[in-house]
């Protein structure tokens, strides 16, 4: 008979927000050690299995991850959340089909199209990805994550107005975050609008991305 998840009791919850708390703040060993702690005593909590899973999945230890995942997702099928919790972790450490395999039944939802199109972009199929994500920016149109992959999607697929369109919505969604003008800039520069793409990349660089892409894009502008 397969187990039956069971919630956790109130002095364990809390044990599970500390341990979170310590994975939140880059404690990592300290949230494992909590993590493994926590799934002793709470074998068959859905919370447990996953906390492990994620703390051992930062910590590197993939082997670890892929089990923790499995068990919380054999302990709870067609949970959402876990579903998307372990396509996060297989799609980051690759191949991608285990991501888009698990993500296959779920009901539909902005998060679950969100993760179903990176999967596929890094599964080298951009006319897919971009399918998938043009339904997740539907579904939610405020979901700056799904229109930055739905950018990258259009990228690839070598529609770059449409490209330059989607990364104009992430910056007007999340105008502090870099990753979105350093995106918009690099396009405005593949399309010839110097000027635009320079303002771009000087505001990512002025919201603190100090990569060697960005330096080396700001020295294509310039140069």
């Given at each position: 008979m397969a187990p039956t998840a069971r919630p956790l009791s109130p002095p364990q919850a809390r044990r599970f927000a500390a341990a979170m708390e310590h994975l939140r703040a880059g404690?990592?060993?300290q949230a494992l050690d909590d993590a493994r702690a926590l799934w002793r005593d709470a074998p068959d909590?859905?919370?447990a299995r996953q906390l492990l899973a994620m703390c051992l999945a930062?910590?590197?230890?993939?082997?670890?991850?892929?089990?923790?995942?499995?068990?919380?997702?054999?302990?709870a099928p067609g949970n959402a959340q876990v579903a998307l919790n372990a396509a996060t972790w297989w799609r980051r450490r690759g191949p991608p089909d285990a991501a888009l395999g698990v993500l296959e039944n779920l009901p539909e939802s902005a998060p679950v199209r969100l993760q179903q199109g990176l999967a596929a972009l890094e599964a080298g199929d951009p006319a897919r990805a971009r399918a998938v994500l043009e339904r997740a920016v539907q579904l939610d149109p405020n979901a700056t994550a799904a229109w930055h992959g739905l950018t990258n999607a259009l990228r690839a697929a070598g529609d770059l107005d449409a490209a330059q369109a989607a990364a104009r919505r992430v910056v007007a969604l999340a105008p502090?975050?870099?990753a979105g003008w350093f995106n918009l800039g690099t396009l405005l520069r593949e399309a010839g609008r110097v000027e635009e793409a320079l303002?771009?990349?000087?505001?990512?660089?002025?919201?603190?991305?100090?990569?060697p892409e960005l330096r080396d894009a700001l020295h294509g502008v310039l140069h």
């Open positions: 404690r990592r060993q909590a859905l919370d930062e910590a590197g230890d993939v082997d670890g991850a892929d089990a923790a995942f499995k068990a919380a997702l054999a302990l502090t975050r870099s303002q771009a990349l000087q505001r990512a660089q002025a919201l603190g991305d100090a990569s």
